[in-house]
Nanobody, 125 residues
Framework: QVQLVESGGGLVQAGGSLRLSCAASGRTFSENVMGWFRQAPGKEREFVAAISWSLGITSYADSVKGRFTISRDNAKNTVYLQMNSLKPEDTAVYFC??????????????????WGQGTQVTVAS
């Protein structure tokens, strides 16, 4: 099973930027799609963005479109989430996840089988 390690979280002022990284080890060809999710206190884990390893096809939650960009570096087995124009409502623990299969739209937590430990992002107003 693939192992995922996130990094890059922290405290930032509203309007600022952060870049999260997710390093994947032990990945097999079956883990075709990587995703980012977030979970705020007292709320359910929600989808943020996803990308396919092979073609780089992406999908985003409406709440982050135009502000967040997901990308991948196949040589480094690393996925990134560039977050710009951050808002206080973006505050959450951000998780990296991996799934099998090629579907990249309409994704939820149940679609993913491997998860990282999460990294905290706090946006101060």
């Amino acid at each position: 099973q693939v192992q995922l390690v996130e990094s890059g979280g922290g405290l930032v002022q509203a309007g600022g930027s952060l870049r999260l990284s997710c390093a994947a080890s032990g990945r097999t060809f079956s883990e075709n799609v990587m995703g980012w999710f977030r979970q705020a206190p007292g709320k359910e884990r929600e989808f943020v963005a996803a990308i396919s390893w092979s073609l780089g096809i992406t999908s985003y939650a409406d709440s982050v479109k135009g502000r967040f960009t997901i990308s991948r570096d196949n040589a480094k087995n690393t996925v990134y989430l560039q977050m710009n124009s951050l808002k206080p409502e973006d505050t959450a623990v951000y998780f990296c996840a991996a799934k099998t299969g090629g579907r990249i739209y309409g994704l939820g937590p149940a679609d993913f089988r491997s998860w990282g430990q999460g990294t905290q992002v706090t946006v101060a107003s």
